[in-house]
Each structure stands twice: as C-alpha cells, then as structure tokens.
C-alpha cells in the first residue's frame, strides 16, 4: 500500500533542493557506569575534555575558513578552566562526570536560549555540540554514520557533527528545531547542503525507508511527496537557481552606483584555504586578513616562516591587487593560549588587540618581519587593530621601520589602523595612519557600550544607529582631508540592507565576507547617490 504524503513546514535555512532516502539521527543512549570514586570521575571528565579539545582541534585543521573559527571558539570554551572547575565542584559532590559535565553545561546553555535576540538563542547550538561531544567521549558513543545523499532529519545538529559528513553526494538536512542564524545553518548555507529549521516535534513514525524531499527555499519537508509535489519542488528549486546565477554574475561586474559612482569592493579572508574557491575577479583586492588564524591550535606559536608562506600564498591569489593583512587581533572574544592574559575583569576593556602585540613585542616582531618579507611580492598594506591612541599607531611604526631596516626592504609597507574604539573616531585626524578601515563590530559595541553577545542589550548593537553613523561619516571625512584612504570591514560592510546608508557617509570602499559580495554589487547598483536620503 503506498504511503501518503506528508508535507512539514519550518523557516528557510540553506536554499536549494535536495532528495532521498530519510535518516533519522538518533539521540546517543549509551549509558556510561560510574566508577563510584571521586577522584576517578574527576579523571574522567578532565581526559574527556582534552580528548573533545584535541578531536575539535584537528577538525578546524581540516576544515579551515569560518567553520575553524566557529570550532576553536568551542575548543577555547573547553579550555576555559572556569566552565571546568563547575563541573569538577559537582564531581566533588558526588555527581557521576557525565551527570556533572550535563548539568553544568545546562545552565550555561540556558542563558543563551532565554536570550531576547535570536542570534544569542543561535549560540546556544554551539554550546550544546561542547557538551555532546564530551559527554559522547565520557559514554563511549561516537555517532552514527550517515548514508551518502540521505535527508537527515534530527532535533538539531551540531556543527562539528555536520562537519564529520561527507555531503558530497548530495543530502539535506530538516531539524524540528534550530535557527536560520546559527552556525551550523550558516556551513550549511556555505557548502550547498539545503536545509529546513523550525518544523516543530515531528512524529515518530516517520519510516526509515521513506523518500522525503527538502525544499531549502520555502521551509518545506516532504515525506513520500507525490508526483505533481516533486516536479513542483523541483521547478521552484530551478526558478532559485536561476535567480541566484543572475546575483552570482553581478559579482564578477565592478561595482557601480545608479548615478554611476565607482565603489570599491574587497574581501575578507579568515583562511588561505577559503581563497581556492574564490575567482579574484569578484573584487578589487583583500580589505582584511585575519592573521588570527595562524595562531589556533594546541601546537606552539608560528615562527616567521609558517606565517610567510601564509601571507605569501594570500598574495599570490591577490594578483597585484592590494592586500591587508591585520596584525594579531586576540584577545576579548578571541583567547589564544599561552598568549592572551586569562582572568581579566573585562577583556573587551583589557589587553588585546594592538595593546597586547606592544605588550609582546618578540611576538610582535616575528609577525612584522613575515608581513614585510611578503611586502616584497605584492601590494601589502599592514593594518593594526584597535588603536584607541596615536602613541600605539607611532609605537608600531617605529618598530615597522626598524624591521624594514634590519631586512633590507625595498620599501615601508603602508601602516594603517583600524577605527573600531569611538575616541579613534572623533580624532582620526590626529593619527598618522597611512588607510583607515572601520570595524563596525567594536565601533558599534563601544559606542552604544551593548555586546552582541549579552542577550538583554544585543538589540542595542546596531550598525545602523545614527551614532555610529555619524563616527563613520566623521571618519571618512578626516580620511579625505588627510588624502588616505577609509574603507569599512565589519559586518555591516557585507549587509546589503545597510548599503545606502553606508554609502552616504561617503564610505566608497567597502570590505566584506566573499559571500556578500554579489548580493552587495547589487545593493551598491541599486543606490542613486543624487538623491536625498
């Protein structure tokens, strides 16, 4: 008898189409048998989370590009020794680890779901992976292995977890929870893997065998779907892809106002290996390289080679168009360790950024050396980050020309610096920086004084406040005076949404992820700068 057809609606996460045979991912049930001593337990959970670090630690490795970046922040979690001394306090009194490392994370997840803004609620996904991993390690059980081209249909899904399957064969992915903004949404998004968020508890009986079909773009989960259902599908799946290809072929045209007005558009790289999938064509240089990349991981800092043949292979890609590489930028959100300082008050307010490279000069120095060595190849432009006073800017500078000295450089490379700290902003003019770039994350957080990752206040960090356009406007105008360049490289810069009004505060070069950039051309066309606001 065949089944009837039964069609699920949840919200848009990862556009496209996908087919096949439905995979229910299963909850682990392993129980683990306490050892009934303390002290064993305590062993337990601390070998379990050095095992979840190093096995974390290895896939950003392998992954690299955001993905790494979403995995080392769970791996420096893991290293957090606050989060384990509350756990190993349970164990202390009597709870088995694994009951331990549950509660534990529970009540670190909680205040993240209960969280006003989405994005926050978002996180709360990555924590959960912290804690299933762990306590899979604790419990023996490692996971199931999923069918190529199989629609997986879960709770949720870690990211890690989606980073272990191999979605070359194709496959979807339908959870009856989760969150169009959380990361592992945004991998999905990234690597072509549709995907439906937000259906809702789905019934049990869901057979094994059934074909279920995911309809990225709409929300939409069919199981046993109809003939007249599947080419529906699959003509809207088509209708998507055409329009994206019209987006997609807006990326390789130079940006272009309505009025005519050039706008500069350069991208952001977090990984050398994210380059390989990108055609330099779609943009007219690199506005940020995120050099924090080098310096993940359990092995010791990078000498002065690992990190030149880094930025010497992000130059080759560049093709004679400019690239910032960015000085270490740890610190805050970004520990590192063995480098950052643990246990500050109030790190966003503490030694990061520039502050903590003038504090380590023999680290400083090396990445200086290897940032000039690939001057020598290229266009390269040295950015610093989070400079709040000329004496920092002046500071790098001396130490940039006794580096160039000491090597025998043809030439200084340009030494700029990030406008992310408001009193930055209001004295542009006074720092003798050779480009500006806007960090509209900090600038934002520092100005409303909301972190994006405090849930209460989160609504607050916004790009968009007259507040902070009036800093950027204020910016781009010293930049102009002083005949240097100012771009923009946070987040608001690859928002199309904010497009028009970035451009009105004269900003002509915008700096975002290589994903935005054909969504943002498009934004850029669309604006006539000869119109009233």
């Not at 045979?21 to 050892?35: C, K, N």
């Not at 130059?315 to 950052?340: E, F, Q, S, Y």
Request: proline share 6%; charged share 25%; glycine share 8%.
């Amino acid at each position: 008898m065949k089944v009837p057809e039964r069609q699920f609606i949840g919200r848009a996460a990862a556009p496209g189409l996908a087919e096949g045979r439905l995979f229910r991912l299963r909850e682990a049930d392993r129980q683990r048998v306490p050892t009934g001593s303390r002290l064993d337990e305590a062993d337990a959970l601390l070998d379990a989370v050095q095992e979840a670090a190093r096995e974390l630690t290895a896939l950003a490795a392998a992954t690299g590009g955001d993905a790494a970046d979403m995995l080392n922040f769970q791996v420096a979690m893991l290293e957090d020794p606050n989060l384990l001394e509350q756990a190993l306090e349970l164990v202390n009194h009597g709870l088995p680890a694994d009951q331990a490392w549950q509660a534990t994370m529970d009540a670190e997840i909680s205040g993240y779901e209960q969280g006003e803004d989405e994005y926050f609620r978002a996180r709360a996904s990555d924590l959960a992976d912290m804690r299933a991993r762990v306590l899979a390690v604790l419990n023996g059980d490692r996971g199931e292995h999923l069918p190529g081209g199989a629609v997986l249909v879960a709770d949720d899904l870690p990211p890690s977890r989606f980073l272990t399957i191999d979605w070359a064969g194709g496959g979807g992915v339908a959870l009856a929870g989760g969150s169009p903004s959380s990361h592992v949404a945004m991998l999905a998004r990234a690597r072509g893997v549709p995907m439906v968020v937000g259906l809702g508890t789905l019934p049990s009986d869901l057979p094994a065998d059934a074909t279920a079909m995911v309809d990225g773009g709409s929300g939409t989960l069919v199981i046993e779907p109809t003939d007249t259902t599947r080419a529906a599908l699959r003509q809207r799946a088509g209708a998507h892809r055409e329009r994206r290809a019209a987006t997609e072929r807006s990326a390789m045209q130079p940006a272009r106002t309505a009025d005519g007005t050039p706008i500069r558009v350069l991208v952001n790289v977090s990984d050398p290996r994210e380059l390989d999938r990108i055609d330099p064509a779609i943009c007219d240089g690199i506005g940020l390289t995120r050099s924090e990349f080098l310096f993940h991981g359990k092995g010791p800092l990078p000498d002065e080679e690992v990190q030149f043949a880094a930025y010497a292979r992000i130059v080759r890609w560049a093709a004679g168009r400019p690239v910032v590489l960015r000085t270490l930028d740890a610190g805050g959100d970004k520990p590192i360790a063995g480098l950052t300082i643990h246990g500050e008050s109030n790190p966003f307010l503490g030694t990061r950024g520039i502050r903590l490279s003038l504090a380590r000069p023999d680290i400083f120095r090396v990445q200086l050396r290897a940032m000039v060595r690939a001057a020598e190849l290229g266009d390269v432009r040295i950015m610093l980050p989070m400079v709040a006073v000329p004496a920092e800017l002046d500071a790098a500078r001396a130490l940039l020309t006794e580096i160039v000295r000491e090597l025998g450089a043809n030439a200084t490379p340009k030494l700029g610096m990030m406008v992310e700290v408001p009193a930055a902003a209001l004295r542009a003019a006074d720092f003798t920086a050779d480009f500006y770039s806007i960090g509209s994350n900090d600038l934002a957080q520092y100005t409303l004084a909301a972190a994006r990752d405090i849930a209460a206040v989160a609504h607050l960090n916004d790009a968009a406040n007259p507040a902070v356009l009036d800093l950027i406007a204020h910016t781009v105008a010293a930049g102009a005076a002083r005949g240097v360049e100012v771009s923009l490289c946070g987040d608001a810069a690859g928002d199309p949404g904010l497009t028009d009004a970035l451009l009105r505060t004269c900003l002509r070069t915008l700096s975002m992820a290589p994903a935005a950039v054909a969504e943002v051309k498009q934004a850029i066309a669309a604006v006539d700068l000869r119109a009233s606001a």
